[in-house]
C-alpha cells in the first residue's frame, strides 16, 4: 500500500498571503487528521475529517479551514497568513472506524516571510 | 481538554543501556495512547500503542505500560541502538475521537 503523500513538501510565502495544502491517505482509510509542529509549541491538533465531514476541531483561528473530497484526499487553506504561521504541517490518516492508528505523511515545511 | 506531559525532555544513553521515557495526562476519557518516534527530517512513525484495557504491550526492544489510575504511561526501550537516536512523542486521545494531545517530545541520544 502506498503511505500518506503530501504536496507540495515545501512553501515559502509572503505575510498576507494564503496557502493550500494537499494531502493523500494511505488507500481505503476515509479519516484525514491535520496537525501543526513547531519547536514552540510541539505537535498541535487543527482538526480532523471523515467522509468528508469534519468531526473535530483544535484550537485555531478561523484562518485555518479544511475540507475532505469523496476520495478522501484532503486540503487545508491557511489565510491571511502570518509569520507564526510558519510550521511543518502534517497530516494523518486513519481508517477512521474503531481503528485509532493514525499514520503521518511526510509533511509541508511552510515559511512565511 | 487533554493535557499530556512528557519527562524527561532529553535523555542520553550508551548504547546497549535502556531507555525509559514517561507520560501522564489529565483526561480520564482518554484510552489509546500511542507513541511516535522522528528522526531529523522525518514523519512522525508510530512504533507501538495501547489501548486502557491492557496494562503492558512489547514488541521487541520496545515496550509501553500503563497505569489508568495513576494517569501515567512509559516507553521502555531496551538495549539501545544508534539508530534508536530520535525525538519520541507520546499522545493520548479518546475512544471515539481521533484528536491526538501530544506530549513535547524526548530527544534521545545514544552514545556508541
Partial sequence: KAGVTQTPRYLIKTRGQQVTLSCSPISGHRSVSWYQQTPGQGLQFLFEYFSETQRNKGNFPGRFSGRQFSNSRSEMNVSTLELGDSALYLCASSSGQ????????????LTVT | GENVEQHPSTLSVQEGDSAVIKCTYS????????????????RPQLIIDIRSNVGEKKDQRIAVTLNKTAKHFSLHITETQPEDSAVYFCAASRSNDYKLSFGAGTTVTVRA
Fill in chain 1, 98 to 109: 474503531g481503528e485509532h492508528e493514525q499514520y503521518f505523511g511526510p509533511g509541508t515545511r
Fill in chain 2, 27 to 42: 483526561d480520564s476519557a482518554s484510552n489509546y495512547f500511542p507513541w511516535y518516534k522522528q528522526e531529523l527530517g522525518k
